[in-house]
């Protein structure tokens, strides 16, 4: 738009497109609400008054204005759904911009998984700011589908809606003075740098703030997070379905250090999405749990604009995008209307239609599954205790216990009547014909199989089982569909999930998604797992990150020793 | 500095250069005081803590660390010094970082002016980053030295020292869509484009701020920061030598909008910066005028990093500039020790010897008067009345009133018993020969004459006084000097300031410069004049954008009509 209109606009000497009047309107700036209207032309608000000559005028009746909401860190992969899909739950519930890592696809396709989700966001009905994931392969113990080294990142710098290096989750990589690490490091050093360190203290934490990491999103604990914003970090207080720091981080937030914080969601479940919203939810409920409504706000808007220089957003002021959300109070918070650069985008909780409609880039079948490698037998060869790794009801860390192997035939083999299920990871990226077996205590199988494409972070196929054969059944019915979730029975397949992009997402509608899911956990239950989320503890099982066994493509991985294991412990 | 050995470093496995223990460091991000060290390596801050390891350790013993001061707005040549002697006298009161607009200088001699500051403001003990002048001239009404269009200006952009575009004062052009104003807005529209807006408020703000101007230092009432603020504007509160607003303004801070505050000096004295201090003086005037110590530190630190962008400094932590103040204690803020850069710059009100020295550019003559056509009689043809400029005691604003000519020898002469002084401007950048003649009530001068290069915002030469033969010499002898100022009488200079940088600056210490205009201002009141600050107020004489009458060199201007008057009323 060109600032001579703006200006004429602005003036009043031409009438605005349109007029939102008789709003109360959160200023971000002032910190105050004032009741006044907000006057829209092209993308831009162009000024604040009931009283702006305007095309169309829309009176709000005492409604409040807030700028929309940012999402400062998500991986929208978690969600199951490409951006689109993404945007169609989330927008109505506020947010109009996003900053993604596409860590998850990047790890699938490589640098064409970031190409694929740039493209899959034209067109959306939010802004997608992309941070360029710093860690694929996340470790050196698996195989993965694409290697990102500088030179592939460097190339998306000059990409209008990237804006920085993705979460540096390899911290010892930074304090050891890993040289692949230096090099992207170096190559970000004058763009934000988003950091991951949970529980780094001290003069680690000291070291890895040095290197010019900006954020993090990792801290569980008051102590954690005000020593990262003494140190000068931004702390992203997430929200996350796996993961829900708010409550616990909320007393940190003061009058003096409230600029440096920002609502993260990071991973959100189709379900979660769906029934509690997105940071609309994490804003209702700080604010429900004491904190001042505008501060909620000025975090969720403002200050996410700031520590990633977009000033064209997060607040409501001349020649700032029209990014607004219309709400009803602070205690239900219940988002009514969601323009985007001054278009209404959503309604009462549903995105209105758009023109263009957003692109559905073609993306290439991402499994590789070399069969004729594939054997997920195990020979005892006299061995008679195996490791395996125990699951810990909602959370992610595991355990780790020895056990009496079951022999048969020679094969060690799972018992489901001990709840020890074997688990095998199958390379499917490259074709190695890798295969990690491992065994798994508590996901409590009592006959069939489960299986995942998805398997952070190298999104391998995992699969756990009460017999060899529904093993297989699972991991050729998900490489049937092109990635997915399966539960399986006596060679039949019970529920799935196709998720032919990447192996990571839908092509469904979010809410299909979301019936499938529960029909496959349904389908999981009636297996004989109790466990509140069996598939998210299958996926999480190939996380060779977090403590303490954990299972790979290449074999069992003792992460505290950050090394292989054998499966056998005798 | 290699981001290896900073990780090095800040983890304890190599000595930091320097520690700084026992102190109690004003830390910007959290609002707190922290009883602890700061360790130093190069140019950096490493971490923080007091039993870092260390080549030389200083113990505090209590003293306060804060950042280095920032001044986010300041026009150095008012100084009458150039950027090293400007450092000599700023850097002992704490500030490390000035952003500078050069627009006195580039009036003078365009973007040769803008180079003469980047270059000598190298080598100097604070860092000076540019904001492009964006108004040169200042108007239509007046000859200068340089006209700086966009072309001119955008070639500055890569400039690592240049990070906007200076303040824009032709506000009437940015409204009414000055095409010249809106393509240097354009040329800077993901910069930051400063602003000078008093008194603009309604749609006419909104459009102003619509049209991308960030800040504004110009605000004089609490009501009009809070209208700025409320729309986006950083609000710059200003302690300038000839207007303070700081007293004014600090009931708009509160502890939702105090990140939208920056602390300004605009113009300060020779007299103001050695008998009062710099950016400290405000920040402690606002301490003790109730403003929250920390609050302060905050805004003259951190907010001015911010709002610019300059990320590497404005507070204290790991990997940032090592910019830092060491002080007693927030009621006297007496600066004993100023860091740069890791180094030791000032201590006790002193700068310290550095190495290497700052650069003295070459900078050619800047007068140019073409003296064959200097004829300052004013044949009075009949006419009987003038108009008379009034000057009004320690403010900028002139009156103007229509007064009986006295005549002599058919020419309108000066009147020293009703206080009524000729005043000329004589063109000096481009060899016009054009002459401005008026008068001016409220000098008080009984005889001699003063005269001056300094005359905002074109700066040619202004002289007043009470015979035409010693306003000619006034004028010869400030050619003579390469520019300056000085007070005759009777065919004799009775003082002078030489200020041969532009005719704005000396090339002497500012104790130096001080004194001479001491000795200046006293020869001034010897000739009679009674004001406080007869030279500041011949110079802006000559400013035609302030009310209500003005001189340029080429005529008597109304203010009010923006645009020429005779001299004769009748």
Not at 133 to 157: Q, Y
Not at 276 to 298: K, S
Not at 406 to 423: F, H, M, Q, T
Request: proline share 6%; hydrophobic share 45%.
């Amino acid at each position: 738009m060109e600032i001579s209109q703006l200006i004429r606009v602005a003036r009043g000497e031409e009438p605005a497109e349109l007029l939102l009047k008789n709003a109360r309107v959160v200023n971000v700036f002032s910190g105050e609400v004032e009741e006044t209207g907000v006057a829209i032309t092209h993308t831009r608000v162009i000024g604040l008054g009931n009283d702006y000559p305007a095309q169309r005028t829309l009176d709000l009746n005492g409604k409040y204005i807030a700028p929309g909401f940012i999402d400062a860190h998500v991986h929208v992969e978690s969600a199951m759904v490409p951006p689109y899909e993404f945007a169609r739950a989330v927008v109505p519930h506020g947010t109009t911009s996003v900053i993604i890592d596409p860590h998850e696809i990047a790890n699938v396709l490589g640098v064409e998984g970031i190409e694929y989700m740039l493209e899959a966001s034209k067109y959306t009905p939010f802004s997608v700011y992309v941070m360029v994931p710093s860690c694929v392969p996340a470790t050196h113990l698996e195989t993965n589908g694409g290697v990102l080294r500088w030179p592939d990142l460097i190339r998306f710098k000059n990409d209008p809606w990237v804006i920085g290096l993705g979460e540096m989750m390899n911290y010892p990589g930074v304090l050891l003075r890993d040289q692949e690490v230096l090099d992207k490091l170096r190559a970000f050093f004058n763009r934000r740098i988003d950091g991951h360190a949970p529980g780094v203290t001290g003069r680690d934490l000291e070291a890895y703030v040095a290197a010019g990491i900006a954020s993090d999103h990792e801290c569980t604990s008051v102590e954690e997070a005000r020593e990262k914003i003494r140190l000068g970090m931004y702390v992203m207080i997430r929200e996350a379905s796996n993961a829900q720091n708010l409550k616990a981080l909320l007393p940190v937030i003061t009058a003096k250090n409230a600029r440096r914080v920002l609502f993260v969601t990071d991973d959100r479940f189709p379900s979660d999405l769906i029934d509690q919203g997105h940071i609309d939810y994490i804003v209702r409920m700080a604010i429900h749990e004491g904190l001042d409504p505008i501060t909620a706000i000025q975090i969720a808007t403002l200050n996410a604009a700031e520590y990633f220089g977009l000033h064209d957003r997060g607040a409501i002021a001349p020649g700032r995008r029209a990014d607004l959300i219309v709400f009803d109070n602070f205690d239900r918070l219940t988002i009514e209307q969601v323009y985007r650069g001054g278009q209404l985008v959503a309604r009462n909780g549903r995105v209105l239609p758009q023109e263009p409609t957003p692109r559905q880039p073609a993306i290439r079948n991402s499994m590789n599954v070399r069969w004729s490698k594939i054997d997920v037998r195990l020979p005892a060869n006299g061995h008679k205790q195996v490791r395996a790794m125990g699951l810990v009801p909602d959370q992610i860390v595991t355990t780790q216990s020895v056990e009496e192997a079951r022999v048969k035939n020679g094969y060690a083999v799972s018992d489901p009547e001990r709840d020890l299920l074997k688990v095998t990871v199958i390379e499917r990226h490259q074709a190695t014909g890798n295969v990690g077996i491992g065994f798994v205590r508590g996901l409590g199988l009592k006959s069939g199989a489960i299986g995942s494409s998805v398997a952070h972070d190298s999104h391998n196929l995992i699969i756990a089982g009460t017999n060899d054969d529904d093993m297989i059944t699972a991991a050729r019915a998900i490489a049937a569909m092109q990635g997915g979730l399966v539960a399986v029975n006596k060679g039949e397949v019970l529920a799935r999930v196709p998720l032919p992009i990447a192996g990571l997402m839908s092509d469904q509608p979010l809410e299909r998604v979301r019936e499938q899911l529960d029909d496959l956990t349904q389908a999981a239950r009636d297996l004989g797992s109790d466990l509140h989320a069996p598939f998210m503890a299958l996926a999480f099982l190939a996380l060779p990150v977090i403590p303490e066994l954990r299972l790979t493509d290449r074999g069992l991985v003792d992460v505290n020793k950050f090394d292989f294991v054998p499966v056998f412990a005798d």
